[in-house]
Nanobody, 127 residues
Framework: QLQLVESGGGLVQPGGSLRLSCAAS????????IGWFRQAPGKEREGVSY????????RYADSVKGRFTISRDNAMNTVYLQMSSLKPEDTAVYYC????????????????????WGQGTQVTVSS
């Protein structure tokens, strides 16, 4: 069974840091690009960051540039999202998603193109 499992969420004060993990089971992540998405209550799911299968290409939403860093360890079959200088507006459920091939014209930040999803992990930034 193909599965993605996120972990590392929690409650953190503004300015704090968290590291999210996205672990795959039932398949190898080597051939998949990974996107991190988040969804706050009443809002649409938005793309946060992306990393290519090789790790050589990364993307970030403008709202997290300079604060979040995506990385992957294919030997561990895991992708990470290091989040620093967290703000209350970062509060959301964070999801990772995997995609094997992008079709022409599709964007990394479009959640509809991804093949597999995790169940999400809650991140709450509050004092």
């Amino acid at each position: 069974q193909l599965q993605l499992v996120e972990s590392g969420g929690g409650l953190v004060q503004p300015g704090g840091s968290l590291r999210l993990s996205c672990a795959a089971s039932g398949f190898t992540l080597d051939y998949y690009a990974i996107g991190w998405f988040r969804q706050a209550p009443g809002k649409e799911r938005e793309g946060v960051s992306y990393i290519s299968s090789s790790g050589g290409n990364t993307r970030y939403a403008d709202s997290v540039k300079g604060r979040f860093t995506i990385s992957r360890d294919n030997a561990m079959n895991t992708v990470y999202l290091q989040m620093s200088s967290l703000k209350p507006e970062d509060t959301a459920v964070y999801y990772c998603a995997a995609i094997r091939y992008f079709s022409s014209g599709s964007s990394w930040s479009d959640y509809r193109v991804y093949d597999y999803w995790g169940q999400g992990t809650q991140v709450t930034v509050s004092s």
